[in-house]
């Protein structure tokens, strides 16, 4: 997995999935995205590229329309109606400029829309604008119950104090604040936070929930790390 350093901690590159058939456009993204912040991944058809999301939640998918077998639209339909995948931001790539495409692309889910041919540069943009539009944390400073991240630097401070993390923990604590009030279980936050491909044992989770509630009840606010029983672990300024 490519991974960058950044304040102390190492964090994964953004994935991208590429679903398409041509050769040539795989191959150009490629090039584009060597030097890139991001990971890419291809898949040739909408079957392939659906045992890839389930392996590895991509964090947003390219996606042509004109695939052979499933065609884009319908893999964006499938993916914007499954609770699991209906958050992955997704480009739609296609030839058809037409108006009446473009609002069946949105309509359907779409986050964005690309018209071929395009250059790697643009799409690059466009990439950049939608994972910030659907991330806005990035960079930003978070604020729950009192705890306040700042992921440009990765302080965590609370009433003035700076707390200190392990990066299992930190990513952790990142991906609650991000996702409050919403139970996750032990497979769903392996595969947000640890990333889907990574083989650990679902009990890790329980080992790293306790290593974070131990530093924020240091601060008196271990409570904000829930126990759902059945289900999982929830982030929440609620009791
Ligand atoms: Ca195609």
């Not at 991001?38 to 079957?47: C, F, I, S, T, V």
């Not at 893999?75 to 914007?80: D, H, I, S, V």
């Not at 992921?151 to 401070?157: E, G, I, K, P």
């Not at 679902?202 to 759902?228: F, G, N, S």
Request: proline fraction near 4%; hydrophobic fraction near 40%.
């Amino acid at each position: 997995m490519t991974a960058y350093y950044l304040n102390g901690v190492y964090m994964s590159a953004k994935r991208v999935l590429i679903v398409e058939d041509e050769l040539a456009i795989r191959e150009m993204m490629k090039f584009a995205f060597h030097k890139s912040e991001y990971a890419l991944q291809e898949a040739e058809d909408a079957e392939q590229a659906q045992v890839m999301i389930q392996d590895q939640r991509p964090d947003l998918i390219l996606l042509d329309w004109m695939l052979p077998g499933m065609s884009g639209l319908e893999l964006a339909q499938r993916l914007k109606n499954n609770p699991d995948t209906q958050d992955i931001p997704i480009i739609m790539l296609t030839a058809r400029g037409d108006e009446n495409d473009r609002v069946r692309g949105l309509d359907c889910g779409a986050d964005d829309y690309v018209v071929k041919p395009f250059s790697p540069r643009e799409l690059m943009a466009r990439i950049k604008a939608v994972l910030r539009r659907v991330d806005p944390s990035m960079g930003d400073v978070l604020e729950i119950g009192g705890i306040i991240l700042d992921n440009a630097t990765h302080r965590v401070t609370i009433a003035g104090k700076t707390l200190e993390f392990g990066p299992t923990e930190y990513k952790l604590l990142y991906f609650f604040m991000t996702h409050p009030e919403r139970v996750y279980n032990r497979s769903q936050l392996l595969d947000r936070v640890w990333g889907g491909n990574v083989y650990i044992e679902e009990r890790t989770v329980d080992v790293h929930i306790r290593r974070l509630r131990k530093v924020l009840a240091e601060h008196k606010k271990e409570h904000l790390v829930q126990t759902v029983r059945g289900s999982g672990y929830r982030f929440s300024t609620q009791s």
